[in-house]
């Protein structure tokens, strides 16, 4: 049972931490991959919080289309969690892709999209 509602004060306080976070990393191209990872965070709690319910949809839709199996896969993660139909076909399309985990993410989350 998602509860996160009760810890709103939490989550704000974990917002402003991974948003230093980004800032302090983001003039290091040596640590995309880490950015990359707190974008995720940061959106996933504008997901949860419902600042923003599409948090990650845009920068997900792009990263759906890379060449590099890992960042399809983050792609995968992130679409998952967002209720809209532009993320409900990118997931279409992923459920096809060439990686076996990247399909079985996206065939997963569709699955679950299914279901009453």
Known sequence: M????????FYLR????VRD??????PDPDRAEDV???VIERDKILR???IDR??????ALEWAKSIDPKVRERAALVLADIADPLA??????LQHD?????????????RARRKP
């Open 2 to 9: 998602d509860r996160s509602d009760q810890f709103a004060q």
């Open 14 to 17: 974990q917002l402003d931490i």
């Open 21 to 26: 976070q980004i800032a302090a990393i983001l």
């Open 36 to 38: 990359s990872c707190l």
């Open 48 to 50: 949860q919080l419902a």
């Open 54 to 59: 599409q948090a990650g949809l845009t920068v």
């Open 88 to 93: 409900s076909k990118a997931l279409e399309t």
């Open 98 to 110: 060439r990686t076996s985990y990247v399909s079985h993410i996206a065939e997963e989350a569709l």
